[in-house]
């Protein structure tokens, strides 16, 4: 058949280092398609692109591991002493109130995204 005769006659070439290609070709052998064509088909046309700018989580994350370190200080600080101060008490609710805030904030960065 000549290619004016043909549904699909445009194609597409790729470069592809040595491990960009067997990564290519591992997906393209789990992906269980018959040939490669339909595998890439599948994937442009009918799949979904997701592109996610983590800088605002890694962000939040480091707070996270902030805060983190604050409630080492003050349990250290008590194991020392063997002895919690109601202000300290007060520091590690506020400091655990403060993560489930920022697990919120994350959260809706990642439903944003989606």
Same mark, same amino acid.
Request: net charge positive; aromatic share 6%; no cysteine.
């Given at each position: 058949? =000549?290619? $004016?005769?043909? @549904?699909?006659?445009?194609?597409? !070439?790729?470069?592809?280092?040595?491990? *960009?290609?067997? !990564? %290519?070709? *591992?997906? %393209?052998?789990? /992906?269980?398609?018959? =040939? #490669?064509?339909? %595998?890439?088909?599948?994937?442009?046309? $009918?799949?979904?692109?997701? $592109?996610?700018? #983590? /800088?605002?989580?890694?962000?939040?994350? =480091?707070s996270?591991?902030? &805060?983190?370190?604050? &409630?080492? +200080?003050?349990?250290?600080n008590?194991?020392?002493?063997?002895?919690? /101060?109601?202000?300290?008490?007060? +520091?590690? *609710?506020? #400091? #655990? /109130?403060e993560?489930?805030?920022? +697990?919120? &904030?994350?959260? =809706? @960065?990642?439903?944003?995204?989606?």
């Amino acid at each position: 058949m =000549s290619d $004016k005769n043909r @549904l699909r006659n445009e194609q597409v !070439k790729i470069r592809l280092t040595k491990e *960009e290609h067997d !990564k %290519f070709y *591992e997906k %393209f052998r789990l /992906s269980g398609e018959n =040939s #490669l064509r339909e %595998f890439v088909y599948n994937i442009v046309m $009918k799949g979904h692109i997701v $592109k996610i700018d #983590l /800088s605002e989580i890694l962000e939040v994350t =480091s707070s996270i591991n902030k &805060i983190g370190t604050n &409630i080492n +200080q003050i349990v250290k600080n008590a194991n020392i002493t063997q002895t919690i /101060s109601e202000k300290n008490i007060n +520091q590690i *609710e506020n #400091l #655990l /109130s403060e993560v489930n805030n920022k +697990q919120d &904030i994350i959260m =809706s @960065l990642i439903f944003k995204n989606n």
